[in-house]
Structures are given as structure tokens and as C-alpha cells.
């Protein structure tokens, strides 16, 4: 059976962490792999959802860290899919501090290439997104860009050019 073409809203996913001594760095804030590593969970998520099969971290870019997250803090890991090539698809996730109000405070963006891993473990062709809204066209774009600049940086390594 042939994966249905999907929505962002379809595959979005949303994994709730409270910080724990053991997640601590020497400075007291949330250690950047232990983050890093929810991050790459909740991508798997949105990528397993959009795919509708396994799926492989191919890159992981643009991992911002914007503020830090200390113990007994709620981190909240949103993961939604922003564009679809053949096998592979980048999704956008966003990281944040929920307070106890309900309130979220930004603390991290990233930006991962996940890749559709079919039962013979190697890359398969992925359904296609449907975007249903401005805000969802302008991610593809932005995302487009990041996928042309990715290639170009790739053609200069593969020269052994640097920019």
C-alpha cells in the first residue's frame, strides 16, 4: 500500500521533559546533548508520522540555543515537517520552557533532514506535503533556500573549496 500524501498538521508532534539533575551541565543548565538528543526523538516522531515508515536523522543544521532551561524546568520539543524532497524531508523544531502559567518561552530552534528508510534499509520515496496556509508556503520557501545553500556547500567540499 501506497503512504498517503499528508498535512503538516498530520505528522506535528509535541514531547513534554522535566529537567532532572542528572540532565544538568557544570554550569546548571540543561546539559546542549541531552536537548539535542529530545530534539532528534521528536523529528524521528514527525518523520516516522509523515513517512509512514522508519526514517534516519541525515543532518541536523541551524541548532540554535537561545536561552537555557534549569532544573525542575518543563521543556516542551514541538517538531513539525516544513518541505519534502524525493527521500528525505526537513523538519522545523522548536524547543521551549513551558512555565508554570502555561506561558512558553523559546530556548532553541533547529532544523533536521530526516530520510525515509523503507524495509530493505535504504532511502525511499516519501509522501507528499500539503500545505494549507500562508504561513506553511513561506516555511517551504525558507526551507528551499536551506536546501539550495546545503547543495552549494556540498559542491564546495566535494572541490575542496571553502567559502
Request: proline share 0%; charged share 30%; net charge positive.
Given at each position: 500500500m501506497e503512504p498517503r500524501d499528508k498535512t503538516v498538521a498530520e505528522s506535528m508532534a509535541e514531547t513534554c521533559h522535566i529537567v532532572m539533575a542528572?540532565?544538568?551541565?557544570?554550569?546548571?543548565?540543561?546539559?546542549?546533548?541531552v536537548l539535542l538528543r529530545?530534539?532528534?526523538?521528536?523529528?524521528?516522531?514527525?518523520?516516522?508520522?509523515?513517512?509512514?515508515?522508519?526514517v534516519t536523522t541525515g543532518t541536523i543544521e541551524n541548532l540554535r540555543f537561545l536561552k537555557g532551561a534549569y532544573i525542575k524546568d518543563t521543556v516542551?520539543?514541538?517538531?513539525?515537517?516544513?518541505?519534502?524532497?524525493?527521500?528525505?524531508?526537513?523538519?522545523?523544531?522548536e524547543s521551549y520552557v513551558e512555565h508554570i502559567d502555561g506561558?512558553?518561552?523559546?530556548?532553541n530552534i533547529a532544523y533536521l533532514t530526516m530520510v525515509g528508510m523503507g524495509d530493505d534499509d535504504r532511502p525511499h520515496r516519501l509522501p507528499r506535503l500539503i500545505l494549507t496556509s500562508d504561513e506553511e508556503r513561506q516555511e517551504w520557501r525558507?526551507?528551499?533556500?536551506?536546501?539550495?545553500?546545503?547543495l552549494r556547500q556540498a559542491e564546495q567540499d566535494a572541490s575542496g573549496k571553502s567559502s
Open positions: 542528572g540532565d544538568l551541565n557544570d554550569s546548571g543548565r540543561l546539559f546542549g546533548g529530545w530534539i532528534d526523538e521528536t523529528a524521528g516522531i514527525v518523520g516516522r508520522r509523515h513517512a509512514q515508515m522508519n516542551i520539543v514541538s517538531g513539525k515537517v516544513t518541505y519534502v524532497g524525493n527521500a528525505s524531508m526537513e523538519v522545523k523544531v506561558s512558553r518561552e523559546l530556548i525558507m526551507a528551499e533556500e536551506r536546501r539550495a545553500q546545503r
